[in-house]
């Protein structure tokens, strides 16, 4: 079973009716689901992610009235609900923050520093994609008056178009710089340590660009490569895939760089085809300035190209 089946279903059978009978007056006003942190929220938890944080349990998301007004004694009926569910126990739970009782706004905070949709590009420059991945993953299981959803929403819509200006431009600079430049230099110089860090930060940038080409987050860099698999039916993105499964499971070795070159020319015509560069060559570094000269904030205009929080 699914976590995010197990919590549905738990919130539905136990939670649901206890909210609405015993708090009538929170009925139209709360958001329940599913959201965060974890394998689960993403739908990759297997037998293995069985071991620890799965359980029956689910988020109640609150507006900071109802949550001055009825938090505590709604945590209390939370943690009065049933122990055991389908099988499963809620003492395997050991990370309890991440569910129950919580204002929307603490929840919104706690990953993006923004208690709503941030209000500036710069707001949205600091999300880390790992962070905006854990506010629009999960599962929203009821939200009759919409407070949730709305500001969930607005982080589904992704970047601002300069942010992801500046976030393609760092990822074109690590990719050129850790690729293309220092992982042959580091093979020459017989440091397999090196080439082995350049690869994985080669590795990383890569799969960040496949993502933000698409308006899509990176999940947290476990489940990034798999979280790739929701590109199927893009032919250069399984391509890009491939190549990097062959550079990562046979590691650094002079092969690696023909892979490199290769991942490079795709990610090339990707950025041509997005409407992002005009051709210039084959060196990623070369296409930074011209997503750079694109930016209109000043502030980001103006930062270092490479800035930027994975």
Known sequence: MKHLELSEGYFREYGQPMIEKGFPQLAENYAAGMAGEGSGCLGFDDQYSEDHDFGPGFCIWLSDEDYEKYGKELQSAYEALPYEYMGY????????????????SDFFSSFTGCPDIPGSNMDWFLISETNLCAVTGGRVFQDKKGDFTRIRNGYIKFYPHDVLLKKLAARCAVIAQSGQYNFGRCLK????VAASLAMTRFAEAVMSMLYLLNSKPMPFYKWAFRG???FSHDEDILTIKEQLSALLSKGPNPEGILRIEGICGNLINMLISHGYA????????????????????????????MADCL
């Not at 110089?189 to 397999?192: A, I, P, Q, S």
């Open 278 to 305: 005009e051709p210039a060559g084959y060196f990623m570094q070369d296409y930074v300035p011209q997503l750079m000269a694109k930016i209109q904030d000043p502030q980001l205009a103006s930062m270092h190209p």
């Open 228 to 230: 790739l698999e929701s």
């Open 89 to 104: 126990s809620r003492s395997n739970i050991i990370d309890e923050s991440r569910l129950g009782v919580m204002r929307t």
């Open 189 to 192: 110089r017989g440091d397999k």
